[in-house]
T-cell receptor, first 112, second 112 residues
C-alpha cells in the first residue's frame, strides 16, 4: 500500500521567516495531495490541496509544490505568524476513493 | 450548516470491553470515513462508508467494525478492547464527488 513520509517532525521558526515541510509518497497512482492543519485540541482542517496534474498551487501565504517524478510534495508558508503554530499533516489519496494515507505530522512553532 | 459531530467526546473503558462511537456528517455528505490518531503515528485510515456500503478498509484487525445508516450517520465499534486501542478517533465526511475531508472533533478513547 501507499506509504507517506513527512519531515521534519518538529520545526521552529522566527516570526516572519518561511517554513517548509516535505513529504514523499510511494504509490505512483496517488493523484490528490491535501495538507491539514491541526491546532492543539482541535480538529484537522484542510488548508490547501494539489492534484497530480498541477505542479504548484498558492493561496496567499501558503503554497504547495508537487514533483510527480520524484514522488514528493512540499508545503511552504511565508511570512509566518504565531497563529501558524500547529501540527501540519500531509496526505496522499488512494485512487479508488476517499482513503487517505497521512504523514506523521510536523509540529510547527512560530516564535514571536 | 452544522459541522461533523462526534459523540461521545471522551470515553474510558477497560480491557476486554467493547465500545461504539457515533458520527453525524455534514448535511448532504454521504461519505463518512474513520481515522485513528495516536501521538507520533499520525492519522491511520480505518474504513470509509458511502451510501451504507463500506467502500474502503484499512489494515486494522476485525475487532474494528463500522456501519452507516440511511441518513448517512455512521457508527464505529471496537470489540475486546486492548490498551493499544487508546487513541483519538476522528470521523470525516465529504460531499459526493469531492475528496475534501471535513473532520469532527473526535472521540478520545482511553482503555485502562
Amino acid at each position: 500500500g501507499e506509504n507517506v513520509e513527512q519531515h521534519p517532525s518538529t520545526l521552529s521558526v522566527q516570526e516572519g521567516d518561511s517554513a517548509v515541510i516535505k513529504c514523499t509518497y510511494s504509490d505512483s497512482a496517488s493523484n490528490y495531495f491535501p495538507w491539514y492543519k491541526q491546532e492543539l485540541g482541535k480538529r484537522p482542517q484542510l488548508i490547501i490541496d494539489i492534484r497530480s496534474n498541477v505542479g504548484e498551487k498558492k493561496d496567499q501565504r501558503i503554497a504547495v509544490t508537487l514533483n510527480k517524478t520524484a514522488k514528493h510534495f512540499s508545503l511552504h508558508i511565508t511570512e509566518t505568524q504565531p497563529e501558524d503554530s500547529a501540527v501540519y499533516f500531509c496526505a496522499a489519496s488512494h485512487p479508488t476513493g476517499n482513503q487517505f494515507y497521512f504523514g506523521t505530522g510536523t509540529s510547527l512553532t512560530v516564535i514571536p | 450548516k452544522a459541522g461533523v459531530t462526534q459523540t461521545p467526546r471522551y470515553l474510558i473503558k477497560t480491557r476486554g470491553q467493547q465500545v461504539t462511537l457515533s458520527c453525524s456528517p455534514i448535511s448532504g455528505h454521504r461519505s463518512v470515513s474513520w481515522y485513528q490518531q495516536t501521538p507520533g503515528q499520525g492519522l491511520q485510515f480505518l474504513f470509509e462508508y458511502f451510501s451504507e456500503t463500506q467502500r474502503n478498509k484499512g489494515n486494522f484487525p476485525g475487532r474494528f467494525s463500522g456501519r452507516q445508516f440511511s441518513n448517512s450517520r455512521s457508527e464505529m465499534n471496537v470489540s475486546t478492547l486492548e490498551l493499544g486501542d487508546s487513541a483519538l478517533y476522528l470521523c470525516a465526511s465529504s460531499a459526493q464527488g469531492s475528496e475534501k475531508l471535513f473532520f469532527g472533533s473526535g472521540t478520545q478513547l482511553s482503555v485502562l
